[in-house]
Every structure is written in C-alpha cells, then in structure tokens.
C-alpha cells in the first residue's frame, strides 16, 4: 500500500511540469484560435462579404487540419514532440506577419492565408499536444488532464475575444452607419484605416510566438509512448491495420462533428447578437459567455471523472443537453436566444476530452496515426459553419423576397440557421451510445 502511494506521488510530481507547460500551449492555441469571433464580422465589413464568406475566416483556419495532419505527424516522428511544438510556435508568428501586407491591400484571400498559415502551425501544436497529454498519465483519466487543458484554452480564448473585439469592433457600428452615406473614395478611405487596426495586434502576436518558439526549445518535456499506458489485453499486435478500429473511425467523425457545433457556438454569437440588433460594442462579450461556460464546465469535469462519472456518461449527459439547448435556440427569440447560444459551451466542454481516450483506447502502436486522424476531424469547423453561414443568406434571400423587412429576415434567418446542430449532436449522443464500444475488447 505504501509502495503505491509513493509511485502515485512520484508520477504526480514527474508530470506535474510538463502538463504546466502543454496548459501553457493550450493557452494560446485558444487566444489564437478564438479570436475568430471577433475576426467574422471584422473582415465582413472591410471585405464587404456575406455571412458565407465572413465564415472563411473559420474554415481557413480549420481545412488546414486537413491538409497538414499526417504532415505534422510525419514531422513529429522525425523530429519529436518538443521541436515540433517549437516549430509549429513559428510558423503561427509568421502567419501573423503576413496581416501586415493584407492589411495594406485590403485583400480578403492574403488575410485567409494568414489564418490558413497560423492553422497549419497549431495542427503541429494539436496533433503533439492531445496525444501527449492523453498518453501522459492513466487512460481512464484521460479526459481529466484534457479538462485541464481546456479551462487553460477557454480562459485564453475569452480573453482573445475580448482583447481582439475590442481593438478591431470599436466604433464598427458608426463606420457601417457611415459607409452607406459617403461617396467610393471615402468609403475606400474608411476601410483602409479599419483594416490597418489589424497591424499592430498581430505584430505582438508574432513577436510573442516567436518567443515561445524559442522558450519552448528548453523545456523539460520527457519522452512518453502509448504502449506504457496500454492494457495487456489490448495489445495491438492482433491489429494490422490502423482500419481495424472501427470505434477511431466513428470517433474521427463524432469529433469532426462536435468541432463544427464547438465553433459555431464560439465564432457566430457574435455576429448573431448583430443580427439580432444589439450594438458591437455589447455583442463583442457574447463569445466570452460562451467560453465561460466551457470552463465552468470543464472545471466540473476535472472534479468528476473519473471519480464519479465515467468518460463516456460524460459524453452522453454532452450530447442530450446540447440537442436540448438547439431546440431553445430556435425556438426563443432575442437575448434569451442568444444566452442559449452561449449556454452551448456547457454542452461542449467535455466532449473534445472524452472523444480522445474513447477514441485511441487500445490503439497501442498507431496512436500516432489515429492522432493525426483525429487532428483532421478539426476540419469540422471548417466546414460545418460556412453551412450554417449558406443556410442562413438563403433563408434571408427567401424572407426578403416575400416582402420581409432586410432586419427581420436577417434575424430570423440567422436564428434558423441553429438546427444544423441537431444531427451532429445526435452523432455526438450515438457515439457516446454505443459507437466507442465498436470493435474494442472487453
């Protein structure tokens, strides 16, 4: 008994840094990656976009996961976890540089490819980082140490919102007040000086980062492998292939799933408060409702599991409260709608940590591979917004067009536009059902 009370204590003190340090990447994957709230309705006005195109900014960001996953596990066998971190650190610095030039032209496709650039270093970051701190302690705990990490990434992405809206939202309601009244020059003039409040906000952000690329370097990160936390019993050998695991597949596509609901949840509450006539000066704190709910929630979890609650409970109590809280969205109307909305990340927060150990239990040897697999279901928030983004110009299209006032369509619309969360929620409940359990032995 003393001997396991020792060992328990010595595993806590040996990775109690190195889940400091991973929180502290989870820190700014979430300051960069929620930013993109404020960033919709930003580029909206000085691109002069639809709500379609704002949500590129999203899915510039997420198809990167796509593009660059394997590539990053590939980069992460080679070199391994802490120059890969260190190097994915950089290429975001750099992505933020090249705001500069897009600020100065005023040219939406070179502000994607800065976002596109900054995804393509935190898929490095997220493709080491999850399986690293899911590998790093008892499976069943998994989703614990996760937790951790996403009160460190939400509380960073409140603060980015707030940060962010409030140097790139001020005074957004007056411009588009004026951009209606004056002549091309002016108008041209009015949002060249908005989209050059961009430069400096993004400079720090790459001086920041090029910093913790270097810091990173130094940090004392030791060497973990799925095999020292796998059971016996699962030993992979019996697998030949990474296709033998239907429950990764199934979670690769929950995960996918949930990354959309996650990101609308998170990037369109602010547009949506617009839409619903609430000034940008208010709706810029709506993301951070949002995200306060996720860490709230996170924070329950990391009392939770796996004490009192199993991962996959977890999981299910998730996706039957976000089905619930899709219905009060569309069914409700104004601010009442809008803390729904927000209320979503109650619904989220614990089903990124549960669908990662559900989804690599028993993978031994290709937890590499399923890693970046996973890493590509990001993409979700890729796709699944812009969705959202076409339901809504079509629907307000179809309002107009019967003799509805552009305000009302645009409110309704964009409220109708919440259903496309019932069936990923729903994928969301059949994994935690059922779909985790495919093909893993008991």
């Known amino acids: 008994m003393t001997s396991d009370i020792e060992s328990q204590l010595h595993t806590k003190k040996t990775t109690f840094i190195p889940i400091m340090i991973i929180g502290g990447l989870f820190f700014i994957l979430g300051f960069v990656t929620w930013i993109n709230g404020a960033l919709i309705p930003f580029m909206k006005t000085i691109s002069e976009l639809t ?9 510039a960001s997420y198809i990167s996961f796509v593009i660059m996953a394997l590539p990053a596990s590939y980069i992460l066998t080679n070199i391994g976890y802490k120059k890969g971190m260190s190097l994915g650190l950089f290429i975001m610095g750099f992505g933020a540089l090249v705001f ?65 809206g409030s140097l790139l939202l001020s005074g957004i309601d007056e411009i588009q007040q004026k951009l209606s009244k004056v002549n091309a020059t002016e108008k041209a003039e009015l949002l060249d000086t908005m989209a050059n409040s961009v430069v400096m906000p993004y400079v720090t952000m790459a001086v920041v980062l090029f910093v913790l690329g270097i810091l990173i370097r130094k940090a004392p990160l030791p060497d973990v492998e799925a095999s020292s936390t796998e059971s016996r019993k699962e030993e992979d050998s019996t697998k030949a292939s990474i296709f033998h695991f239907p429950h990764l597949w199934l979670g690769v596509l929950t995960l996918f799933m949930y990354v959309g609901v996650e990101v609308i949840a998170g990037d369109t509450i602010i547009a949506y408060g617009i839409s619903l006539g609430f000034p940008a ?12 709910a996720m860490v709230l929630t996170y924070a329950l979890g990391v009392f939770l599991i796996p004490k009192y609650i199993t991962q996959a409970l977890a999981l299910r109590v ?65 796709i699944i917004p812009p969705l959202y983004g076409k339901f809504v110009d079509s629907n307000k299209a179809d309002s107009i067009a019967q003799g509805v006032s552009e305000a009302l369509a645009t409110a309704s619309a964009s409220t109708q536009g919440y259903w496309i969360l019932l069936p990923c929620y729903s994928m969301i409940l059949y994994y935690a059902i059922a779909g985790h359990k495919l093909g893993v032995k008991k």
């Open 318 to 382: 998730s996706a039957i409260l976000g089905i619930i809280l899709t219905f009060c969205i569309v069914l409700t109307t104004g601010f009442t709608s809008i803390l729904f909305v927000a209320a979503l990340g109650i619904a989220n927060a614990l089903v990124w940590p549960a669908i990662w150990p559900l989804a690599l239990n028993g993978l031994g040897r290709f937890t590499k591979t399923a890693s970046a697999l996973l890493v590509m279901a990001i993409s979700g928030g890729a």
């Open 100 to 164: 500069i030039p897009a600020a100065e032209a005023r040219t939406y496709w070179m502000f994607l490819t800065g976002i596109f650039i900054q995804g393509a270093g935190m898929t490095l970051l997220q493709t080491a980082s999850n399986p690293y701190i899911t590998i790093l302690g008892p499976i069943d705990s998994a989703a614990k140490r996760i937790s951790i990490m996403g009160i460190a990434n939400k509380i960073a992405g409140a603060l980015g919102s707030l940060i962010f």
């Open 51 to 59: 709500s379609a195109q704002s949500l590129l900014v999203a899915s």
């Open 281 to 292: 000066a208010d709706a810029k704190f709506f993301t951070t409702f949002t995200l306060l």
